[in-house]
């Protein structure tokens, strides 16, 4: 299955000061999509925005809007982000006992949706939602903060992934979140995957030049 490669930096590494302007900068450096990483400092350790921040973004940008939800019980939330501009619902397996409702109600809110598996999580646990979602996200860090190094171990999930779509002929894109640098992202792309979360690499100098030189890689 031949999918684009796309390039999602996480706005956890901008300048939260500037969002709209980082969020522009994305978008004139060739971005394919903008990673929102949603903590709500229960499912992970830490605290980030809410479904306002996406509402502020969405006049200044046509890129899509890739938000990741860490968070308990994502389903309560469905609605607040559809109405505000997300695009696209990422939600972890093991944030709610019901997953295969909430990825149901991610799509009747004419969202993509997208299942997420923790380093620790096996793929197994998602094999009876996998021919219901656009996009499966596999953690390549321990989800909360940015910065962390990527865990080449997961690269097996991402095969074991691409194989499971092509022996059931299924067409969910796979995307990586966590460690993706110029050094790793042709590791995550030969392993099966084409979306790749970039957050540090993007934003630590010169946007645009990351960008392509993540580009480059792929």
Do not use: C, W
């Amino acid at each position: 299955m031949n999918l684009k490669n796309k390039i999602a930096p996480s706005i956890l590494s901008a300048d939260f000061g500037k969002f709209a302007e980082e969020v522009k900068k994305l978008e004139g450096a060739g971005a394919d999509l903008v990673h929102i990483d949603v903590m709500d400092g229960h499912f992970v350790n830490n605290l980030t925005f809410g479904a306002g921040v996406v509402a502020a973004l969405r006049p200044h940008t046509r890129l899509f809007f890739d938000v990741h939800m860490m968070v308990e019980n994502p389903e309560q939330y469905v609605e607040e982000f559809a109405k505000a501009g997300a695009d696209s619902m990422s939600i972890h397996v093991e944030a709610t006992h019901h997953i295969h409702g909430a990825l149901q109600a991610i799509k009747n809110a004419g969202m993509k949706a997208s299942v997420v598996i923790n380093p620790g999580t096996p793929v197994e646990m998602i094999k009876p939602v996998l021919s219901m979602v656009d996009m499966v996200l596999v953690m390549t860090v321990n989800p909360g903060f940015g910065g962390q190094s990527f865990i080449p171990e997961m690269m097996e999930k991402v095969t074991e992934l691409a194989q499971i779509r092509e022996s059931r002929a299924l067409n969910f894109e796979i995307e990586v979140d966590g460690g993706i640098t110029d050094e790793t992202i042709e590791q995550a792309k030969n392993a099966g995957a084409n979306v790749f979360v970039a957050g540090s690499f993007v934003f630590k100098g010169d946007v645009a030049e990351n960008i392509a030189k993540l580009r480059e890689k792929l």
